[in-house]
């Protein structure tokens, strides 16, 4: 660490470390805190944009007859999926990342500054390349990008949308790895004395585990796009059947990533959560040593599931049984984690504010996204309910009710941190409620459609499933509208809100223990760990503040 911790963000032309002035999140900077914000801004720009979208597919799904052509219909879900996956969720966590884990384990920057820099302009340039195929033909093949579908081009050309969107992954792909090995260095080698694992916060130990998917999984993915996009432009033989390829290659290829993926976007907002709730119900987190367990059970089962998204393509029995049973026994740990959420707040002295309402909305909506995901993962029911709506519903019950819901409560919790400033907290309970009604009633009639056999991504249906698809669409302008308090909360509490306190929570982990919002190198003096981050009396609230000493 710098011995002078108070000096002002250095400026060396376009590159720059810390920010003065509102300029400086718009250039080349190297202070992990400038970057977090950067990632968590930006990806919720793009959130806004792909929730745009999705109100223009349920607007289409108001009647069963096609509203849109056929083609703009398959580009809106397509940009839709791509944008909430890899411009959203994965990189929106990983702002979190950015912003929390130098600070959690006590040091003063992430272990390479610049390549943390160039991941997020790597994700500028990701997100642009794939949204800017609207201007030569969007992509259409759906965020899986099956072939031959995504080696044709209605538009009559090789380099389009399509094209671009594979372009646009493989560099979203290297932005992501690249922030993977940052964590991974930052917390082996950068904590601080004192810092033993044993005392690792979770949300440190559920981006371990995602680091690890991430550098192992994303390759394969980056492959794979390499591979379509050499197709497309050169001819070459890989994926489509007309010319001797094997569409069923691009599914193992794509979803040894994908499945992979899913982990990678809920491990961290269940880290997120694990912070939140002991903190709001003042209790040590129960079964710390488990929940770290299970998120590195998770991370090694999560590489042995990728098949149970190809039951429908005549895989070996034998193959359908292995992975049926393996994507059964990843339940065990995320079920551990579950129980061990349940234990940390029983009997707790809760404190039932915004950030609280959205980790207890986490729990409870992930367990029925779970719950569908164990029917799911059951090779006779897969085969009835596969590309059916109720895949959909349990995609989004685990990915929205679980990653983004995770995600708003790391924004409600972190941000006095962040800002130094307060949120409105009756704002945040309207955020709330608003997006917690709102996400339900449009998703989960979507269990029932999908039972009933309406199967997804068309834009035209039968008759039979529309007054369910109103309801569904009825949820999601509610869901758009949640947003509004939100932003209006985040704006002006961020321009002249109540300024924060620098632990307002009573929160024991290290970020908490120095001011708000940081100093330039995060700690006016080198902090020296001496105990755990849940180390909470008994529901009587926090010991003192020596617990972490801090150095303040």
Request: hydrophobic residues 50%; glycine residues 10%; contains cysteine.
């Given at each position: 660490?710098?011995?002078?911790?108070?000096?002002?963000?250095?400026?060396?032309?376009?590159?720059?470390?810390?920010?003065?002035?509102?300029?400086?999140?718009?250039?080349?900077?190297?202070?992990?805190?400038?970057?977090?914000?950067?990632?968590?801004?930006?990806?919720?720009?793009?959130?806004?944009?792909?929730?745009?979208?999705?109100?223009?597919?349920?607007?289409?799904?108001?009647?069963?007859?096609?509203?849109?052509d056929?083609?703009?219909?398959?580009s809106?879900?397509?940009?839709?999926?791509?944008?909430?996956?890899?411009?959203?969720?994965?990189?929106?966590?990983?702002?979190?990342?950015?912003?929390?884990?130098?600070?959690?384990?006590?040091?003063?920057?992430?272990?390479?500054?610049?390549?943390?820099?160039?991941?997020?302009?790597?994700?500028?340039?990701?997100?642009?390349?794939?949204?800017?195929?609207?201007?030569?033909?969007?992509?259409?093949?759906?965020?899986?990008?099956?072939?031959?579908?995504?080696?044709?081009?209605?538009?009559?050309?090789?380099?389009?949308?399509?094209?671009?969107?594979?372009?646009?992954?493989?560099?979203?792909?290297?932005?992501?790895?690249?922030g993977?090995?940052?964590?991974?260095?930052?917390?082996?080698?950068m904590?601080?004395?004192?810092m033993?694992?044993?005392?690792?916060p979770l949300?440190?130990?559920?981006?371990?585990?995602?680091?690890?998917?991430?550098?192992?999984?994303?390759?394969?993915?980056?492959?794979?796009?390499?591979?379509?996009?050499?197709?497309?432009?050169?001819?070459?033989?890989?994926?489509?059947?007309?010319?001797?390829?094997?569409?069923?290659?691009?599914?193992?290829?794509?979803?040894?990533?994908?499945?992979?993926?899913?982990?990678?976007?809920?491990?961290?907002?269940?880290?997120?959560?694990?912070?939140?709730?002991?903190?709001?119900?003042?209790?040590?987190?129960?079964?710390?040593?488990?929940?770290?367990?299970?998120?590195?059970?998770?991370?090694?089962?999560g590489?042995?599931?990728?098949g149970?998204?190809?039951?429908?393509?005549?895989?070996?029995?034998?193959?359908?049984?292995?992975?049926?049973?393996?994507?059964?026994?990843?339940?065990?740990?995320?079920?551990?984690?579950?129980?061990?959420?349940?234990?940390?707040?029983?009997?707790?002295?809760?404190?039932?504010?915004?950030?609280?309402?959205?980790?207890?909305?986490?729990?409870?909506?992930?367990?029925?996204?779970?719950?569908?995901?164990?029917?799911?993962?059951?090779?006779?029911?897969?085969?009835?309910?596969?590309?059916s709506y109720?895949v959909?519903a349990?995609?989004?019950?685990?990915?929205f009710?679980?990653?983004?819901?995770?995600?708003?409560?790391?924004?409600?919790?972190?941000?006095?941190?962040?800002?130094?400033?307060?949120?409105?907290?009756?704002?945040?309970?309207?955020?709330?409620?608003?997006?917690?009604?709102?996400?339900?009633?449009?998703?989960?009639?979507?269990?029932?459609?999908?039972?009933?056999?309406?199967?997804?991504?068309?834009?035209?249906?039968?008759?039979?499933?529309?007054?369910?698809?109103?309801?569904?669409?009825?949820?999601?302008?509610?869901?758009?509208?949640?947003?509004?308090?939100?932003?209006?909360?985040?704006?002006?509490?961020?321009?002249?809100?109540?300024?924060?306190?620098?632990?307002?929570?009573?929160?024991?982990?290290?970020?908490?223990?120095?001011?708000?919002?940081?100093?330039?190198?995060?700690?006016?003096?080198?902090?020296?760990?001496?105990?755990?981050?849940?180390?909470?009396?008994?529901?009587?609230?926090?010991?003192?503040?020596?617990?972490?000493?801090?150095?303040?």
């Open positions: 660490m710098s011995e002078n911790t108070h000096a002002a963000p250095t400026r060396r032309g376009i590159v720059r470390h810390g920010a003065i002035t509102w300029q400086d999140y718009f250039v080349f900077n190297t202070d992990h805190k400038v970057i977090g914000i950067q990632y968590l801004v930006t990806t919720f720009i793009f959130f806004l944009v792909g929730g745009l979208l999705a109100l223009f597919i349920r607007y289409e799904l108001l009647t069963p007859a096609e509203t849109f056929p083609a703009a219909y398959n809106l879900f397509t940009v839709h999926g791509s944008i909430m996956i890899f411009l959203w969720v994965i990189p929106g966590l990983a702002g979190f990342g950015n912003y929390l884990i130098p600070l959690m384990v006590g040091a003063d920057d992430m272990a390479f500054p610049r390549l943390n820099a160039l991941s997020y302009w790597m994700l500028m340039v990701g997100g642009c390349v794939i949204v800017s195929g609207y201007f030569v033909g969007a992509a259409s093949s759906g965020w899986t990008a099956y072939p031959p579908l995504s080696l044709q081009s209605p538009y009559g050309r090789a380099f389009d949308g399509q094209t671009l969107w594979a372009i646009g992954v493989i560099i979203l792909g290297f932005s992501s790895m690249f993977a090995i940052n964590f991974l260095v930052t917390i082996a080698f904590r601080a004395p004192g033993t694992p044993g005392r690792l949300f440190c130990w559920a981006m371990i585990a995602t680091s690890t998917m991430v550098i192992g999984a994303t390759p394969v993915l980056a492959g794979a796009m390499i591979a379509l996009t050499l197709e497309r432009t050169l001819g070459m033989t890989f994926f489509g059947p007309a010319t001797g390829g094997d569409p069923i290659l691009w599914q193992h290829l794509f979803w040894f990533y994908s499945h992979p993926a899913v982990y990678i976007m809920i491990l961290p907002a269940m880290g997120l959560i694990s912070e939140v709730l002991p903190v709001m119900g003042r209790k040590p987190v129960f079964g710390y040593k488990a929940i770290a367990a299970s998120s590195m059970a998770i991370a090694f089962f590489y042995l599931v990728w149970h998204h190809m039951f429908t393509t005549g895989l070996n029995p034998w193959l359908q049984t292995s992975f049926m049973v393996a994507s059964m026994t990843i339940a065990v740990p995320t079920g551990i984690k579950i129980f061990n959420w349940l234990g940390t707040i029983w009997g707790g002295k809760l404190d039932l504010k915004t950030p609280m309402l959205f980790a207890m909305g986490f729990v409870g909506l992930f367990v029925i996204g779970g719950l569908s995901g164990v029917t799911l993962a059951a090779v006779p029911i897969d085969l009835h309910v596969h590309d109720y959909v349990h995609l989004h019950y685990v990915l009710g679980g990653a983004v819901t995770g995600l708003y409560a790391g924004l409600y919790f972190w941000f006095p941190k962040i800002t130094g400033r307060m949120l409105d907290d009756r704002l945040g309970k309207l955020h709330f409620w608003l997006n917690f009604i709102g996400f339900n009633l449009t998703f989960f009639p979507q269990h029932w459609l999908g039972l009933m056999g309406m199967p997804r991504r068309i834009a035209s249906y039968a008759p039979e499933f529309q007054s369910v698809n109103i309801l569904s669409s009825v949820g999601a302008f509610l869901l758009g509208i949640s947003v509004l308090p939100f932003l209006y909360n985040a704006i002006t509490s961020w321009i002249k809100g109540p300024k924060a306190a620098d632990n307002p929570w009573g929160a024991m982990s290290l970020e908490w223990q120095t001011s708000s919002p940081p100093p330039l190198h995060n700690f006016h003096r080198p902090p020296v760990v001496t105990h755990g981050p849940y180390d909470y009396g008994h529901g009587t609230g926090p010991q003192p503040q020596e617990a972490l000493a801090a150095g303040d």
